[in-house]
């Protein structure tokens, strides 16, 4: 018997953007792209969870145009003609599919370290030259500094849309650099990018409104930001609604479309008080779509590691509760993340009743691209 997926499989619309569902293929580094160059297995890893009918695509973190926007090997580079050329194949490869695609543009920040491809001379870049409270890495970001890497997120803004993806998301989470302003513990600057939390906005706005310029006003813009950092689990950027509310408010007027509420259970409520998680508090606050995220279809959270229960722990752990908040209109889409790495189809099978054939995200899958 098939689950009910109620809303999950309703289109959405926003400017130009049409999915032709609510499910999207949350973004997973996956460190194999040689030199930076997408090659035809990454087209053919994106194309395969097109065809098996996920809505929207959002890549995995690809580096902008900065001497130390990436912070680990073989991850893809948004800009030079042979990486350009490498995403342009995986677009139309996901079109051609009938799917949807948005890049993760991406700076690692003070993640970086000095002896890291591609010029292992550059070290992290980040606000105040901190990793994370009280652990110094790489150099503090000068002015100049901090505008070029907002030109080369609008260059990478720019070139994406030309490329014909058909959005973008600006990653603004889990303590790379855009959270390391964010973040009070790594932004102890003393000038108009450090301090209280209009300034510490300062520099992921600028982005942003660099980016909106780039594009336009119908080309969407998503921002993924979250509280927990990689540096701390429990780190906050803000502890009520009303800090939220103060947080999201200017990401809006700077040309925010859609933000994407990174949470590692989706379920888990933000604040006390209120059983919405954080992408409900943000769409609430924002007025904006917003996309949840957080250990879907994983089988530590909702698949029992027996077949006999595997549907019903599906149903009363897991997809019950996730159409329950989206019929509630708490938030509009839902990413998907390991357990698409793990089984393209995951989706289909969902959907079908084909429970008994969902495969459990295990984390040697991690070493190949499938």
Excluded: C
Aim: aromatic residues 10%; negative net charge; proline residues 6%.
């Amino acid at each position: 018997m098939s689950i009910n997926l109620g809303p999950l499989f309703e289109p959405f619309e926003l400017h130009n953007l049409k999915l032709r569902n609510r499910v999207a293929m949350a973004p997973m580094t996956r460190n194999f792209s040689p030199d930076g160059v997408p090659g035809e297995d990454v087209v053919a890893y994106y194309r395969r969870r097109a065809e098996a009918g996920i809505g929207l695509i959002i890549t995995e973190g690809t580096t902008v145009n900065h001497p130390a926007a990436s912070g680990y090997p073989n991850v893809p580079a948004f800009h030079g003609s042979d990486a350009l050329q490498g995403w342009k194949n995986v677009v139309d490869a996901v079109h051609e599919a009938g799917g949807t695609i948005f890049p993760q543009l991406w700076h690692v920040g003070a993640v970086r370290k000095e002896g890291t491809p591609p010029d292992p001379s550059v070290p992290g870049y980040s606000p105040s030259g901190l990793f994370a409270p009280g652990k110094p890495n790489g150099k503090a970001m000068t002015k100049e500094d901090i505008d070029d890497v907002v030109a080369a997120f609008a260059d990478a803004a720019q070139d994406a849309k030309a490329l014909g993806f058909d959005g973008v998301e600006i990653h603004g989470a889990h303590g790379y650099l855009l959270d390391q302003f964010l973040w009070e513990g790594t932004n102890q600057r003393d000038d108009e990018y450090g301090g209280g939390m209009e300034n510490r906005l300062r520099f992921v706005v600028e982005v942003v409104e660099a980016v909106r310029h780039r594009v336009g006003p119908d080309f969407p813009i998503m921002l993924r930001f979250s509280q927990w950092k990689q540096q701390d689990y429990e780190a906050k950027l803000v502890n009520t609604p009303e800090q939220l509310e103060q947080f999201l408010t200017p990401l809006v007027e700077a040309g925010v479309d859609i933000f994407h509420a990174s949470t590692r259970r989706f379920w888990e409520p933000e604040f006390e008080g209120s059983n919405l998680n954080l992408a409900g508090w943000t769409q609430k606050l924002s007025g904006k779509p917003t996309m949840s995220v957080g250990s879907v279809g994983l089988t530590e959270d909702f698949i029992s590691g027996t077949f006999a229960s595997k549907q019903e722990a599906v149903e009363k752990a897991g997809v019950d509760e996730l159409v329950e908040r989206m019929n509630n209109h708490e938030f509009e889409l839902i990413a998907v993340g390991r357990a698409l790495l793990q089984d393209p189809e995951w989706l289909v099978k969902v959907k079908e009743g084909r429970l008994n054939e969902v495969e459990s995200f295990a984390r040697k899958s991690l070493a190949k691209l499938y």
